[in-house]
C-alpha cells in the first residue's frame, strides 16, 4: 500500500511563519516537524511499502530534508508545477499515475496522528472508497463538514454544510482498496482536472463527484484526540502544548 502526502502548498494562512519554510517542515520546538511525524507514523503502522510526497512551494527544502531519512519504506517526491495557481486536487492529478498499480491512502500534509490511525482506517473489504471523520459538538465555518445517510455512507463533504445538517467533520484522509476503486478514483480525478471550475478546488470534491455517479463512500471513525490539523497561528500553538505533554508523559 502507498501513502501520497499533499504538501504543496504555500501555508499562507501561516504567514509570517511559512514566508521561507514549506508548513509541513515547521519545527514546534522539538526539533521535529509535521512531514517527520507523518513519515514516522506511517512507517511505525507497518501497513505502506512507499510513502509520495507531493511537494510544490519551497520543493527543494522538502527535497533535502528527506534525502537522507532512511525510513524502512521507499520514499519519494512528486513535483506540482502549478501549485501557485491551482488547489491540492491539481496534486493529485500530478501523482495519478502512482495509484494504479497499489492501494492507497490519501492525507493532508498538515495534519499531525497519534497513535496508530493509520491501521485504525484499515477496512477488511477488498473494493472500498472510504473517508476518514471525526464527530465534534459543534462545527466552525472552516470545518470540512460531512453528511451522512442512515447507512453511514457519506452523502456529501463541503464546508458550506450547514451545522445542522452535519454528522462528522472530514479528517482530510482517505483510503481506496482494491483495483476497480483505484481505478473508479483515478478516473475521477483525470476527469475533473479537464474542468476549469475543478482546478481551485479541494481534493475532497472527488468524493462528492463520484457519489453523483452512485459510488458509495463509507466512512471510518477516529476520535477528535487522535488527530490536530495544523492550519492558522492557534493551532501551532496547540500542537507545541500537545507535544510538550506527551513528552512528559
Not at 103 to 111: E, K, L, P, S
Not at 154 to 172: D, F, Y
Amino acid at each position: 500500500m502507498k501513502l501520497f502526502i499533499l504538501a504543496a502548498g504555500k501555508g499562507e494562512r501561516l504567514g509570517p511563519l511559512t514566508k521561507n519554510t514549506p508548513k509541513s517542515l515547521m519545527d514546534f520546538g522539538d526539533g521535529t516537524t509535521i512531514l517527520e511525524r507523518q513519515i514516522d507514523s506511517a512507517v511505525q503502522s507497518g501497513m505502506f511499502s512507499e510513502i509520495v510526497i507531493i511537494t510544490g512551494y519551497k520543493a527543494e527544502q522538502i527535497e533535502a530534508k528527506i534525502k537522507d531519512y532512511k525510513p524502512k519504506v521507499r520514499l519519494k517526491t512528486v513535483y506540482n508545477p502549478f501549485f501557485e495557481i491551482t488547489n491540492n486536487l491539481v496534486s493529485l492529478w500530478v501523482a495519478a499515475g502512482e495509484m494504479g498499480d497499489e492501494d492507497f491512502v490519501i492525507t493532508n500534509g498538515d495534519n499531525i496522528y497519534f497513535g496508530d490511525v493509520f491501521r485504525a482506517i484499515a477496512n477488511e473489504t477488498e473494493n472500498v472508497i472510504q473517508l476518514t471523520v471525526d464527530h465534534k459538538p459543534q462545527y466552525d465555518d472552516d470545518d470540512m463538514k460531512v453528511s451522512r445517510d442512515a447507512s453511514g455512507a457519506i452523502t456529501r463533504v463541503h464546508k458550506g454544510i450547514e451545522n445542522r445538517e452535519a454528522s462528522a467533520e472530514s479528517v482530510g484522509l482517505a483510503l481506496v482498496k482494491g483495483p476497480r476503486c483505484r481505478r473508479l478514483f483515478v478516473n475521477k480525478i483525470l476527469q475533473l482536472v479537464r474542468n476549469k471550475e475543478y482546478l481551485n478546488r479541494f481534493w475532497l470534491e472527488i468524493f462528492n463527484s463520484l457519489i453523483e455517479d452512485g459510488v458509495v463512500i463509507s466512512s471510518a471513525k477516529i476520535e477528535p484526540d487522535d488527530w490536530q490539523e495544523v492550519d492558522f497561528h492557534p493551532d501551532v500553538e496547540v500542537m507545541k502544548s500537545i507535544i510538550l505533554k506527551r513528552h512528559h508523559e
